[in-house]
């Protein structure tokens, strides 16, 4: 799926399958794949909690690319990420070294946002209002989530780790 592919950046995959879509036959192979990945998680990289608040939401403009939740509306959303605008400033990962803007809450609902060498995968309402004061630091587990066994946060692998026994990952250092 071209979405999947990782082999150049999100939005000139999404601006190619927007002019051809892929027919339904060649993506069958890897339907079964994709349609098990997508009830697990709902969208790729976010907690199982939001996912099942949010069945059959994808984000995929690059200006709003994270799945959220509205709490008081009770609506799913795709957000942009609240680094990009906070108090006016436009917080950005210029370094190579460490690409990645990532953010969290505190206890307070202050926001803090500071640039990290590995991804993180969380959303505004899991960051503030599930999981305030968390922040998943391990890279084989970035994904911020909320166990319902256990009654707490946790950080999670990342569902591409794992699909039909294949971890996927991106070569293109820009995604």
């Given at each position: 799926?071209?979405?999947?592919?990782?082999?150049?950046?999100?939005?000139?995959?999404?601006?190619?399958?927007?002019?051809?879509?892929?027919?339904?036959?060649?993506?069958?192979?890897s339907?079964?794949?994709?349609?098990?990945?997508?009830?697990?998680?709902?969208?790729?990289?976010?907690?199982?909690?939001l996912a099942?608040?949010?069945?059959?939401?994808?984000?995929?403009?690059?200006?709003?690319p994270?799945?959220?939740?509205?709490?008081?509306?009770r609506?799913?959303?795709?957000?942009?990420?609240?680094?990009?605008?906070?108090?006016?400033?436009?917080?950005s990962?210029?370094s190579?070294?460490?690409?990645?803007?990532?953010?969290?809450?505190?206890?307070?609902g202050?926001?803090?946002c500071?640039c990290?060498?590995?991804?993180?995968?969380?959303?505004?309402y899991?960051?503030?209002?599930?999981?305030?004061?968390?922040?998943?630091?391990?890279?084989?587990?970035?994904?911020l989530?909320?166990d319902?066994?256990e009654?707490?946060?946790?950080?999670?692998?990342?569902?591409?780790?794992e699909?039909?026994?294949?971890?996927?990952?991106?070569?293109?250092a820009?995604?």
């Amino acid at each position: 799926l071209v979405w999947l592919e990782c082999q150049s950046h999100p939005t000139e995959h999404l601006a190619r399958w927007r002019q051809s879509p892929p027919s339904f036959f060649a993506m069958a192979p890897s339907l079964g794949s994709l349609v098990a990945l997508l009830l697990a998680t709902g969208a790729v990289g976010s907690s199982t909690h939001l996912a099942t608040m949010c069945p059959g939401h994808a984000c995929l403009d690059p200006a709003f690319p994270i799945l959220d939740y509205h709490k008081s509306e009770r609506k799913c959303l795709c957000a942009k990420n609240p680094c990009w605008d906070s108090a006016g400033l436009a917080h950005s990962c210029p370094s190579p070294s460490f690409p990645y803007l990532r953010f969290s809450y505190d206890d307070k609902g202050r926001l803090s946002c500071d640039c990290s060498s590995k991804p993180f995968y969380s959303s505004v309402y899991m960051s503030l209002n599930v999981c305030p004061g968390h922040l998943c630091e391990d890279p084989e587990f970035p994904v911020l989530d909320y166990d319902h066994r256990e009654g707490g946060c946790i950080c999670r692998r990342h569902p591409c780790d794992e699909v039909d026994g294949v971890r996927h990952r991106c070569l293109d250092a820009r995604i």
